[in-house]
């Protein structure tokens, strides 16, 4: 089993940066591809961001592209998100998630492709 925990939520205003981590913990040997969803209120959960094992290969919802990056730090067992520009309606609960991987190439954008989840950290934007 691996355990994620998110950290660095919060409120801010509308044009600030926050950068949110994951840290996993358990079983976090082996190659694990990982992501961002999240999920606004009377919404459903919708992919953010995601990365493979190594980090060189990124996707973004088009709602992001150009303001969040993800990034991890595999001797730390941590992803990241950096998010800049935020905006009101970035305004959610975030998750991360994590798969086990055979391929250190494999990015997972799907909710269904994720054996691991966070308990979720809101972040609000106000404008």
């Known amino acids: 089993q691996v355990q994620l925990v998110e950290s660095g939520g919060g409120w801010v205003q509308s044009g600030a940066s926050l950068r949110l981590s994951c840290a996993a913990s358990?079983?976090?040997?082996?190659?694990?591809?990982a992501g961002w969803f999240r999920q606004a209120p009377r919404k459903e959960r919708e992919f953010v961001a995601a990365?493979?094992?190594?980090?060189?290969?990124?996707f973004y919802a088009d709602s992001v592209k150009g303001r969040f990056t993800i990034s991890r730090d595999n001797a730390k067992n941590t992803v990241y998100l950096q998010m800049n520009s935020l905006k009101p309606e970035d305004t959610a609960v975030y998750y991360c998630?994590?798969?086990?991987?055979?391929?250190?190439?494999?990015?997972?954008?799907?909710?269904?492709?994720?054996?691991?989840w966070g308990q979720g950290i809101q972040v609000t934007v106000s404008s």
């Open positions: 998630a994590a798969v086990a991987s055979l391929s250190p190439r494999t990015v997972v954008t799907s909710q269904e492709g994720y054996d691991y």
């Open positions: 358990g079983r976090t040997r082996g190659i694990y591809a």
């Open positions: 990365s493979n094992w190594s980090g060189d290969n990124t």
